[in-house]
């Protein structure tokens, strides 16, 4: 079923390694602040979570997150 009915998901941001992301329904995909961070980077993820690589959100939400994980600003 996945995590709390498609509120939480994992994005994919390298080899091994997930994040956790707080996902709210109401706001465009393309909207960085419709994604948040909720955990640190993880290599184990339950087996019902969904998995969406970074390479495949839009360019404004992938560096948002990059952001916010590694510490860069641009």
């Known amino acids: 079923m996945g995590l709390r009915r498609g509120k939480y998901m994992y994005v ?28 640190k980077p993880v290599r184990r993820i339950p087996s019902t979570a969904k998995i969406i690589d970074i390479k495949e959100l839009p360019d404004e939400v ?4 990059a952001s916010e994980l590694y510490g860069f600003h641009e």
């Open 12 to 39: 994919k941001v390298e080899d091994r390694k997930y994040v956790k992301v707080r996902v709210f329904k109401g706001r465009a995909d393309n909207n960085p602040d419709k994604y948040v961070i909720v955990g």
């Open 62 to 65: 992938a560096r948002k997150i």
